[in-house]
């Protein structure tokens, strides 16, 4: 387990989650779920502020105007720091008690791919949605009882979503008008791996993926071909993120709720020996 830094802070993260590098603010953002939290880590001088929400944050993302878009709760919301404003965009899951947004990721149009699911993590209920940069809201595909990734090809031909309840990870085109095509299974977790959570593309296409339950993010070829592992000291590993001015390195986030683990809902730096690609912004 070589170069594994931990971030120093004063809190672990119930549900770490949604780790989003900005290169305006030299800064790393993620969430904490269920503490209803967004987090900021300065790479300048490695302070870590946090921002109380008033519901679950699901993930943040930065808006090409200047700001942050978020999701919290059922809510996807213009989100200003550091005041702690919100402004809601618009809703998801209208009527569906018990659910809430789940991770997300802008694509180079602009818009945003987000996934619901429900709290208790125990049925599908869950959806995929399309946010537009005019802010309509297009449900594109269901169910999912944990929504997770997305992770979208840099070229905008393909996505990646995940339902770790089913430790598949599926493929979907991406038609001209937004819409997908059929899903396709693209890889299936093998009993040991852990199941797929959060991920992301390295600059050689190569796909990074945070192992809930495996205690390591895995890399797998552009084929879907599992390629090497990096072991964390912790189980619960929910997704990751390259960051620093080269994208050389790799933050990856944790969960502490529901075991009893020293470093279960730490944030790690690691060296992940690839480098990464620039995070796409919201248009709207």
């Not at 009893?260 to 709207?284: C, H, N, S, V, W």
Request: net charge negative.
């Amino acid at each position: 387990m070589s170069d594994v830094a931990v971030i120093a802070r004063d809190r672990r993260d119930r549900l770490g989650e949604g780790p989003l590098w900005s290169a305006r603010e030299n800064a790393l953002y993620w969430v904490d779920i269920l503490g209803r939290r967004v987090n900021r880590l300065s790479l300048a001088d490695r302070s870590v502020t946090s921002f109380e929400q008033p519901a679950y944050a699901a993930w943040i993302i930065e808006r090409e105007a200047g700001g942050l878009v978020a999701g919290i709760g059922l809510d996807i919301v213009r989100l200003d720091l550091p005041a702690n404003t919100r402004e809601t965009i618009g809703s998801v899951d209208k009527g569906i008690a018990g659910n809430r947004l789940n991770d997300a990721k802008a694509d180079r149009q602009g818009r945003i791919w987000a996934g619901t699911m429900p709290a208790a993590c125990d049925k599908p209920s869950g959806a995929f949605y399309r946010i537009d940069p005019d802010g309509i809201i297009v449900r594109a595909d269901a169910p999912y009882t944990i929504a997770n990734g997305p992770a979208i090809d840099p070229e905008g031909h393909f996505l990646l979503h995940t339902d770790t309840a089913l430790a598949t990870i599926f493929r979907f085109d991406i038609h001209d008008d937004g819409s997908l095509g059929q899903r396709r299974p693209f890889i299936t977790f093998e009993r040991g791996w852990g199941n797929p959570d959060g991920m992301t593309f390295d600059a050689d296409g190569g796909l990074w993926v945070a192992c809930w339950g495996g205690g390591c993010v895995t890399r797998f070829t552009p084929e879907g071909v599992r390629d090497r592992s990096i072991a964390l000291p912790a189980s619960q590993i929910t997704s990751c993120a390259f960051a620093g001015p080269a994208l050389d390195r790799m933050f990856v986030t944790s969960a502490g709720d529901g075991v009893k683990e020293p470093l279960g809902g730490a944030l790690f730096e690691i060296d992940p020996g690839q480098r990464g690609r620039t995070p796409e912004m919201y248009r709207g």
